[in-house]
């Protein structure tokens, strides 16, 4: 069961437009995969409806009164889920070393780039970045690590197949993890995983051999 989700001031800026392509995707595709977060932004989408409705259009009373708010959402739930019907074909397909995943939706524009790597770890850049924010597709083959690190920034994963493990917990697909400079980990999984990361900020290394990476960090992130 997904047990870490984007924080409702999040959900709400998601919304109402105010993110980032790069968090705007890992919200989408986070709500994509967690019943909970969608419930939420439908309720927000609702919200926002009814205030735009009270104070921009200056409904009369009567008029107001008579809306059926319920009903439109479910209409427009209604749509989106013929839509997803309808484009679940067309969802990005990503394949990485013997391997073959199929993408939320939110990355079917996106994850058409090349893997770089070394070891166990590859990434693919997606064309998301914006300012300082990074964007990329990380997968991890089973068995594999992330050295221990902290973060000079923001970290943002949302886990999409698979599963790994911190010092903090155990992860499931849909799993929208928050981190900064107040954590240390070493990630980890014994299956392999894939994994959507958004970082505005080098992680900087804090054991072994991995430490000489941290003066060219800011070029590698």
Not at 52 to 67: G, K
Not at 68 to 80: E, G, K, R, Y
Not at 146 to 160: A, Q, V, Y
Request: hydrophobic residues 40%.
């Amino acid at each position: 069961m997904i047990k870490f989700h984007p924080k409702d001031e999040m959900l709400a800026q998601h919304v109402n437009g105010q993110l980032h392509l790069a968090l705007a995707t890992a919200v989408s595709a986070h709500c994509e995969l967690c019943a909970i977060c969608r419930e939420k932004v439908a309720k927000i989408t609702e919200q926002q409806a009814q205030s735009s409705f009270n104070t921009d259009l200056h409904v009369a009373d009567n008029d107001y009164a008579s809306i059926d708010f319920s009903a439109m959402l479910n209409q427009i739930t209604s749509l989106d889920a013929v839509q997803t019907e309808a484009t679940v074909n067309s969802r990005a397909l990503v394949q990485i070393k013997g391997k073959q995943y199929t993408l939320p939706r939110a990355f079917a524009k996106q994850a058409n780039q090349s893997w770089s790597g070394f070891g166990k770890i590859s990434r693919m850049r997606l064309d998301a970045d914006e300012g300082h924010a990074r964007a990329s597709l990380l997968h991890i083959d089973a068995n594999g690590e992330i050295p221990e690190h902290t973060h000079t920034g923001r970290e943002i994963t949302l886990l999409l197949e698979g599963h790994f493990e911190d010092e903090f917990s155990r992860y499931v697909p849909g799993d929208f993890i928050e981190l900064d400079a107040d954590h240390q980990h070493s990630p980890k999984t014994l299956d392999g995983c894939l994994c959507y990361t958004v970082v505005d900020a080098a992680l900087h290394f804090t054991k072994g051999i991995s430490k000489i990476l941290n003066p060219i960090g800011e070029l590698i992130y």
